[in-house]
């Protein structure tokens, strides 16, 4: 395999941070910014929302690959922040853009499964072209501006794109905070014997973060510009049987739970297609969400054991 240079940016979030580890282990010249000053190898400090921070960057290296991973996520931290949603997340991405229009290095988006906003179907990568999607909040529409954004650019400076699309992505590496997911909000609350809610109406599916990662490495060896992919499992889950695994887990009841029929403003179940992801990327899901569950439950409870007594 040939050693391309890579960069990540966001590469010490969650995602960002497993799969700068899965390319190091391909081989790969691999180089991350984010927003902090850190002690690790090739790491720049660069907020993608600034601009002279990323010509910065890109003035002192050449990069082959950049996978733009840094973004301000989820619904309620985007209501709540909305300045810096749009300012990472649309700004940030122009700049990146700019960058690669001079520049000429292949790009990879993260982009999210929230642009498909109210779709109830089967979410094939095509939907918005053929049927009127209403995304349902500032993270979801600042989603879809970056992918606009993106094809603008090949448009009219032919620049090649790959863009991705996250379901429910979780592991070993999300810390909590009061604006990640479901899963991790599950995990820390019944640590800390907090209380939670399931809604039971919603089901989803569960893509484990090392298996997202390998597909996302796979992308520079069958690049295709232009192309977008679900990555997505085929399982459904109800919220209630992850909620119970992760109770199961940690030797908890339910007595701090609530349960309510569903959750205003959010998609009961998204059902993605990705078998263009499978053909393409070699995509597939090897840690089942029992496997996957565990593991995460026993990093919370080793990360966050002198805070909770366990």
Known sequence: MTKTKILVTGGSGFIGSNLVHELNNRGHEVW???????EKKNFVRCDVGKYHQVERLFETHDFDYVYHAAAEYGRWNGEDYYENLWQTNAE????ILRMQEKKKFRLIFFGSAEVYGDYEGVMRED???TIPIK???????????????ILNSASMFKTESVRVRLFNVYGVGEHYTPY???IPKFIYNSLKNEP???YLGHKRTLEYVEDLCRAFANI???????EIYNLGGDTQYEIKYVSDLILKNLNKDDSKVTYKEAEPFTTKIKTPDSSKAKKDLNFKLTISAEEGIK?????FKKLYSNQTGN
């Not at 995304?135 to 954004?149: C, F, G, L, R």
């Not at 520079?220 to 232009?226: A, E, L, M």
């Not at 593991?295 to 990093?299: D, H």
């Open 180 to 182: 990640r997911g479901w």
């Open 127 to 129: 939907i918005m072209d």
């Open 295 to 299: 593991r995460t439950v026993e990093w």
């Open 135 to 149: 995304q349902m909040n500032d993270y979801a529409i600042s989603k879809w501006v970056n992918e606009m954004q």
């Open 220 to 226: 520079i060896d069958n690049f295709k510009p232009g």
């Open 92 to 95: 940030g991405t122009k700049n």
């Open 32 to 38: 991350l910014c984010d927003l902090m000053h850190s």
């Open 196 to 198: 939670y809610t399931v």
